[in-house]
């Protein structure tokens, strides 16, 4: 058995290779991979039978497929010499694959693809050259550099296995890691703690939605103010986002309503004026109350002249009205 270069056009899939499909979702990737590092695991390939200037592929179809892609688009050469582990057949490449597979490591991590990716961005680069770096979306590196700035005790977590994937995405479907860090204290020892749709309903119930009644009657500018923080996704727009704070929001809600029903007590002249922050007033609320009809305080002396002046002048535009109806009758009225 020798490691050598074959050329491409020189191998073909062995009839024993059990990936034959050409259309494996990963092969762009896989392709990204090889034109950014090389070719970094031989193929294990045999002398073709009946085919002497043939090679038959017996591990490593799928990185003979993505060097093809390449050589198609003009990123390798034709003659692109590809590195193989030469058996002298069929039963030692059946050898080589076994052995191959006890020694090939396991694949990376969620939590190792995070570290990596954020590691490449520190150096300088955006995720838009991983990505493209990688053969992956923008959106899976956006993702995995999310999970890489979870708050430390949820990432430890994913990178020991002690949580799934799912749990942990749940936990950075908010980039505040004290909330996520807060919902973590919360659940990860009740038995919601597995659940991610529990953990993302507990972080949301944490925030407002900047429609939120009590966001539109607070408003934007007196929380900002105050301190509170808000969190907007790309396309968001201004008055569209989350608050984070949602625990000042309600207190500052509820002291712009207290200031209110002070005013309205004051001017109603009642005793009291009990604020409630909520869109509906429950039964429990209003059973104990009775119905207040205020006394009309009486007029002033300047009232009921004023309210004699005006109906007098009523009077006077009726009569006048009435005179318009009647022929040949000339109207004047005052300037």
Not at 149 to 176: H, K, Q
Request: net charge negative.
């Amino acid at each position: 058995m020798q490691t050598t270069t074959i050329p491409h056009a020189k191998l073909r899939l062995s009839e024993s290779n059990v990936r034959k499909a050409n259309g494996d979702s990963a092969l762009e990737a896989l392709a990204a991979s090889i034109a950014e590092h090389g070719l970094l695991q031989p193929l294990i390939v045999s002398p073709s039978a009946g085919r002497k200037t043939l090679y038959d592929v017996h591990a490593g179809g799928r990185r003979w497929r993505a060097i093809g892609l390449l050589i198609e688009r003009g990123v390798l050469p034709k003659d692109y010499a590809i590195d193989v582990r030469l058996c002298e057949n069929e039963d030692a490449a059946a050898r080589e694959i076994s052995l191959a597979e006890n020694l090939i490591r396991e694949a990376m991590t969620p939590a190792d693809e995070a570290r990596a990716y954020r590691d490449i961005v520190a150096e300088g680069a955006d995720a838009e050259a991983v990505a493209r770096r990688f053969g992956v979306t923008v959106r899976h590196v956006q993702g995995r550099l999310r999970l890489a700035d979870l708050a430390e005790p949820i990432f430890a977590a994913l990178a020991d296995g002690a949580i799934t994937l799912d749990v942990a995405m749940a936990y950075g479907s908010t980039g505040d890691r004290d909330r996520q860090a807060a919902a973590w204290e919360r659940l990860s020892t009740s038995w919601q703690g597995d659940n991610p749709q529990a953990i993302r309903r507990a972080i949301a119930e944490e925030s407002l939605s900047a429609d939120h009644p009590i966001a539109r009657f607070l408003g934007e500018a007196e929380y900002a103010g105050c301190g509170g923080r808000i969190e907007r996704d790309l396309f968001a727009s201004e008055g569209e986002g989350q608050w984070l704070d949602g625990d000042l929001a309600m207190d500052l809600a509820t002291k712009k309503l207290s200031h209110e029903a002070d005013i309205a007590a004051l001017g109603s002249r009642l005793a009291w004026v009990t604020p409630r922050l909520a869109t509906h007033v429950t039964y429990d609320d209003t059973k104990d109350l009775h119905p207040y009809w205020p006394r009309r305080a009486e007029p002033s002396a300047d009232a009921l002249a004023r309210m004699d002046e005006i109906s007098d002048r009523m009077t006077e535009l009726a009569e006048l009205l009435d005179a318009a109806d009647e022929p040949d009758v000339e109207i004047f009225t005052e300037k």
